[in-house]
């Protein structure tokens, strides 16, 4: 990994500030000052100081699962099991990126790398969610334009929201915000109930096909800068 990116991933700034760091002569490796950013280092093996400081390098990580009913996006298990059980390999830095609702199904990302998460989360583009909708009865059409033009929630306007119709009791719906129970609550609005939902499409990122529910695997770094580049 490069010096620079290896010091933005641990905390210290951008790559524009980790290359000042290292023209200011501050960061060893292995105990020899060096002053070129882009010098390729073995994060598990060579130590790394700034400024007299040792990193303790943390491995990104960075997953996709097609989450199944009946677990909760949590650490602790309270009426449900929590997702992270159903990882091999437990780590206690991990969180979501956007929850899922226990009887939700499909896409969720889960990272340590909370520039990851703030950038679909809080970003300043505008990620979308894409949610298959089955609905208790077929969904009125006169709703379209109001989700289209934002409906009321929280006190706020939510965003343009899309419909596409599958069938009369089946939607893709798209989303901008992440609020508590969303869909569920658009839903009612609009008059009807969800029966099932799963979560399909986070920016211009698809649940992967090939996952079967409760199965995950790491992103790519193709997928991973879809949000970060
Ligand atoms: N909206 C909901 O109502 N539930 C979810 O799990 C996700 C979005």
Do not use: W
Request: aromatic fraction near 8%; include cysteine.
């Amino acid at each position: 990994m490069r010096l620079d990116k290896f010091l933005a991933h641990n905390g210290y700034g951008t790559r524009k500030d980790t290359k000042t760091l290292i023209k200011k002569k501050l960061v060893s490796v292995n105990d020899n000052i060096v002053s070129d950013s882009g010098y390729i280092l073995n994060p598990d093996n060579d130590r790394v100081t700034v400024d007299g400081e040792l990193i303790e390098y943390v491995e990104n990580v960075y997953l996709m699962m097609n989450k199944p009913a009946g677990y909760i996006c949590s650490h602790d298990a309270v009426e449900y099991p929590s997702v992270l059980e159903l990882i091999d390999t437990y780590r206690s830095d991990l969180f979501f990126v956007g929850r899922l609702d226990a009887d939700t199904e499909g896409l969720l990302l889960i990272t340590n790398d909370g520039h990851f998460s703030h950038a679909i989360a809080h970003g300043k583009r505008n990620i979308h969610k894409q949610y298959l909708v089955h609905l208790e009865k077929p969904f009125d059409k006169r709703f379209i334009s109001e989700l289209l033009e934002g409906i009321p929630l929280d006190d706020t306007i939510l965003k343009p929201a899309t419909v596409e119709m599958i069938d009369d009791n089946k939607i893709l719906l798209t989303i901008a915000e992440g609020k508590y129970h969303q869909v569920k609550r658009m839903m009612h609005h609009c008059e009807n109930e969800v029966i099932y939902l799963k979560r399909v499409k986070i920016g211009s990122l698809n649940l992967d096909p090939s996952l079967k529910l409760g199965a995950y695997r790491d992103l790519t770094e193709e997928e991973i800068n879809l949000f970060t580049a």
